[in-house]
């Protein structure tokens, strides 16, 4: 059984940062490429950010490149996005997801197959 658990949330001040964890089990997790995503309350999911299976691809959406790094420790299973410079309007919740194996990473929900609980994310102004 796949399992993500998403960590590190939290109530933060507009330019603060967070770092978000995300553990996984019941996969081989160094073959799996991650993504970041998050939703907003009323809000449709959307993409953050991605990391190939051997760790040397990542992408990002327009709103956070620049600002928030996805990285992974495949020793420890775990997928992480730091998170700088947060602005009140990355306020969600924040999900990881596996890409679907073979799959490329991308932007659409429905190339990921197994996702978290999610954590929450708080930007206050």
């Known amino acids: 059984q796949v399992q993500l658990v998403e960590s590190g949330g939290g109530l933060v001040q507009a330019g603060d940062s967070l770092r978000l964890s995300c553990a996984a089990s019941?996969?081989?997790?160094?073959?799996?490429?991650m993504g970041w995503f998050r939703q907003a309350p009323g809000k449709e999911r959307e993409f953050v950010a991605a990391?190939?299976?051997?760790?040397?691809?990542?992408y990002y959406a327009d709103s956070v490149k620049g600002r928030f790094t996805i990285s992974r420790d495949n020793a420890k299973n775990t997928v992480y996005l730091q998170m700088n410079s947060l602005k009140p309007e990355d306020t969600a919740v924040y999900y990881c997801?596996?890409?679907?194996?073979?799959?490329?990473?991308?932007?659409?929900?429905?190339?990921?197959?197994?996702w978290g609980q999610g954590t929450q994310v708080t930007v206050s102004s």
């Open positions: 997801a596996r890409v679907r194996p073979y799959g490329r990473p991308g932007i659409k929900e429905y190339e990921y197959d197994y």
């Open positions: 990391i190939d299976w051997i760790g040397g691809n990542t």
């Open positions: 019941g996969l081989t997790f160094r073959t799996n490429s």
